[in-house]
């Protein structure tokens, strides 16, 4: 760099920040620009957002997939992290310390139950009831992220569900709320269906 320039009035480098970047949701365009899929994770830590972006990287090499899928772990919020797993590819091995205890937490938990059955129906079992006791626990911690209080109503509201689907709608909508009655709105509609 030259000197006389780096002091020329009005010459300013100024980064652009994560506000600049666009909010990656189209899966055709994420694979075109897989980078940038993760950057607007980075950017929009939400879970459409980070799915997007983690569609986005599969068929990238491995080395380069693993990177990314690390970074958008370590960006979104413990409860989006925590749905997330559940859809990532199988055979996947974590590299960050977080998504190895995770994951380990839930095969552990799964392996218990299904212990506890002695039948290999028992451990798939399981694990299915690990994974949902886990998708409930990730949309009671978002919500609590986004409500100073949550009702005893609400929060058994959100207990009853099982079916898995439905708790990844749920932390979906609850991820896109950015104030407490919206939040309100959305856990009530759930306790409505109840």
């Known amino acids: ?3 006389d320039r780096a002091r020329a009035p ?35 830590p ?26 958008i ?22 590299q960050s310390e977080f998504a190895r205890k995770y994951y380990g937490q839930g095969v552990s938990k799964g392996v218990e139950v299904g212990r506890a059955e002695g039948v290999e129906v028992g451990r798939a079992e399981g694990v299915e009831v690990g994974r949902a006791e886990g998708l409930r626990d990730a949309v009671l911690e978002l ?10 109503e609400e929060t058994a509201a959100v207990r009853a569900l099982c ?17 407490a009655e919206e939040a309100r709105a959305v856990l009530r509609a759930v306790a409505a269906e109840r």
Do not use: N, Q, W
Request: proline share 6%.
């Open 163 to 179: 079916d898995e689907t439905t708790l990844l709608a749920l932390i979906s909508a609850l991820a896109r709320t950015t104030a």
């Open 10 to 44: 009005g010459f300013a480098l100024t980064p652009l920040g994560f506000a600049d970047l666009p909010r990656v949701i189209d899966p055709d365009a994420a694979r075109r620009l897989p980078e940038l899929a993760v950057l607007s994770t980075l950017a929009h």
């Open 46 to 71: 939400d879970f459409e957002v980070a799915r997007t972006a983690i569609g986005a990287i599969r068929d990238l090499p491995e080395d380069r997939a693993r990177l990314y899928l690390d970074l």
């Open 73 to 94: 772990l370590a960006a979104v919020p413990d409860a989006v992290r925590r749905s997330l797993e559940a859809l990532i590819m199988k055979g996947y091995e974590y």
């Open 143 to 152: 919500a609590r992220a986004r409500l100073a209080d949550l009702s005893s």
């Open 1 to 3: 760099m030259c000197p």
